[in-house]
């Protein structure tokens, strides 16, 4: 046995079942060792490193295991860095193996040579080591897993391509061996009894309770639906947190942020007490006022209490076990007028997304093609949405229920995953549906290529439904809309402007269905299409770049600052919105405002 065989072996027993991976003979002997074992765990071919990486995340993302994926020495270990970079900062468990050159050649300046020790050493800072002996293993492996798994993070095994053909001879019982073991234990911290009573005293006082959860809460459901109940709250949820509570709960006000909703931005603005579970929601600005709320946090990772916000209660532990052992503490509020008002302002944000949805545009509304598909959504489809203006419309007219799924690049906020997220989704669960809302700047980038792994794997899927919906609107949509905002510049065509590609078309030539639409009437005709296709299906969708991603707490004054930068620039290869942006801004608003600097009200 080989130290590459027993690589492969030991992963095998870790119960790894896929490998995201491109071919470079820096990893040549652990290719052979793939063909030895009958491909198991199974090699998946992607078309880049990066896009290897990125299917190892939305694996992971939504299976709970660690992603693993392996590239070559030199190029292969630096592309494989942007997808390493979104795991780590979404906190998501993914093991990198990559080869480098032969010993004897480190440090001669070698082909493909690379210091990847100090390339990785901050992507997988808990964790990143070089095998130079096969005695080294399995501790290496194991450690690089265990590390993944407990600190949801990335780690790293270097592996020179001479040590990959060695024999394998395992740790002995000697002086300097390290031997090992396989697995590890679930566990589920949780905080001292007297802090949690802490918590519920801060939580018993106040009387307008707004939570506020994160992906951390995942596998608290039924305890935050409890507690909602019991404190008559709302619940907004970060963008990773999207899907950890169903959207058709009354009091449940969506997403929050820049992309979020309105009532999720009146609850942090109304609420007196604040509870965060297992979040690290970066905008502070998004919170109430610093000296308007008492609150509480829950998290499971010690390095992350305490940030965003003035919390009183610090709780590190498991978010089930924690509020398990919470609830208990905790007085019954009636539901009154606070309940109330959150409620009525999430029935009127829906009849708001609505008239936002019908909003003529030159060709389609944005927010329409989103809109249509909710009602449509199997109920058990897994959903991704790259960087971009296809963001807002996913966070804002997708609402989660029965046992979807759903994720984005949310804190390294990098384009180019939609697609490979999606495909990783399907080797997790071949026999559910998925579907990727993307720019045509993420589609061009990457999106396109990886159809071609898509057209590869698909007839193997029970399920064949992966479905790609392309915003085709020929423009960087949402930096052009920032730098509306914020710089005042209508749109830097060299910059911004993008050609038009037949992304349907090339779908169909290489073996997978597909449909331009151009026409409102067509939208809904084209998802249902999609939905019922014997294989994967692209929908072009050629969308208005001029709808504008208002956020939802967009004065009148930033929305007159963004109308009046497209005035005065040229619109007309649109052909659309020279005089008429304004009145589309009005008819597209939650309300019209209050006054210049004050927020819209929603009655308008």
Request: negative net charge.
């Amino acid at each position: 046995m080989k130290v590459s065989d027993y690589i492969l072996q030991r992963l095998r027993e870790w119960e790894v079942e896929h490998v995201f991976s491109y071919a470079g003979d820096g990893i040549n002997g652990l290719l052979a060792a793939w063909e030895r074992a009958g491909n198991e765990p199974r090699f998946i071919q992607a078309r880049h490193e990066e896009m290897a990486a990125f299917e190892a995340v939305g694996y992971a993302k939504f299976t709970g295991k660690v992603g693993v994926c392996a590239a070559t020495s030199g190029p292969g270990a630096i592309h494989l860095l942007n997808g390493l970079y979104d795991a780590k900062l979404d906190r998501v468990p993914v093991v990198a193996i990559v080869g480098q050159t032969n010993r004897s050649a480190m440090g001669g300046s070698y082909q493909q040579e690379v210091d990847l020790a100090s390339l990785y050493k901050d992507v997988a800072s808990d964790f990143c080591e070089t095998v130079t002996v096969p005695e080294q293993l399995p501790n290496v492996l194991d450690r690089a897993m265990r590390t993944a798994y407990g600190r949801r993070t990335v780690t790293a095994v270097i592996i020179p391509a001479d040590v990959q053909e060695l024999d394998y001879s395992p740790p002995t019982h000697a002086f300097k061996m390290v031997p090992s073991s396989l697995g590890m234990a679930h566990y589920a911290p949780v905080p001292q009894e007297d802090e949690i009573a802490r918590a519920a005293q801060v939580i018993n006082e106040g009387e307008k309770v707004a939570v506020l959860l994160g992906q951390g809460a995942r596998g608290a459901r039924a305890q935050v639906e409890e507690l909602a109940d019991m404190l008559g709250a709302g619940v907004a949820k970060a963008l990773l947190g999207k899907d950890v509570l169903p959207d058709d709960l009354p009091y449940v006000t969506g997403s929050i942020g820049l992309l979020g909703s309105r009532p999720s931005y009146e609850l942090m603005q109304g609420c007196d007490t604040l509870l965060v579970i297992g979040s690290s929601f970066p905008y502070t600005q998004f919170l109430p006022e610093l000296d308007q709320a008492r609150a509480v946090q829950i998290d499971i990772d010690p390095h992350l209490v305490g940030m965003r916000y003035p919390f009183e209660v610090n709780l590190v532990g498991d978010a089930a076990e924690t509020l398990k052992r919470l609830l208990p503490m905790l007085e019954r509020k009636k539901h009154g007028a606070w309940r109330e008002k959150i409620e009525k302002d999430v029935g009127r944000w829906w009849e708001v997304m609505e008239r936002r949805a019908r909003v003529e545009a030159d060709p389609i509304n944005p927010e329409y093609v989103a809109h249509a598909l909710d009602a449509l959504l199997p109920e058990d489809v897994i959903l991704a949405a790259d960087s971009g203006s296809a963001a807002n419309w996913y966070a804002r007219h997708l609402r989660i229920r029965g046992t979807m799924r759903g994720s984005l690049s949310g804190t390294l906020a990098t384009m180019g995953p939609g697609v490979p997220y999606v495909i990783g989704a399907k080797f997790a669960h071949p026999e559910r549906p998925a579907l990727a809302l993307v720019g045509d700047g993420a589609m061009q980038m990457n999106g396109m290529a990886e159809l071609i792994t898509v057209a590869k794997y698909w007839s193997e899927w029970q399920d064949p439904r992966l479905i790609v919906a392309v915003f085709n609107n020929h423009d960087l949509n949402q930096v052009t809309w920032e730098m509306r905002a914020m710089s005042g510049a209508p749109q830097f065509l060299p910059s911004q402007a993008l050609p038009d590609v037949p992304y349907a078309d090339f779908a169909r030539s290489i073996g997978l269905d597909g449909v331009r639409v151009d026409q409102p009437d067509d939208v809904e005709d084209a998802w249902h299409r999609a939905l019922a296709a014997d294989r994967p299906f692209v929908i072009d969708f050629r969308t208005d770049p001029d709808v504008p991603p208002i956020p939802p707490h967009a004065t009148l004054d930033q929305i007159e600052a963004a109308a009046a930068s497209i005035i005065k620039g040229d619109s007309s290869r649109t052909g659309v919105l020279k005089q008429g942006f304004k009145a589309k801004v009005q008819e597209a608003l939650p309300g019209k405002g209050s006054g210049k600097n004050q927020p819209g009200k929603q009655e308008g």
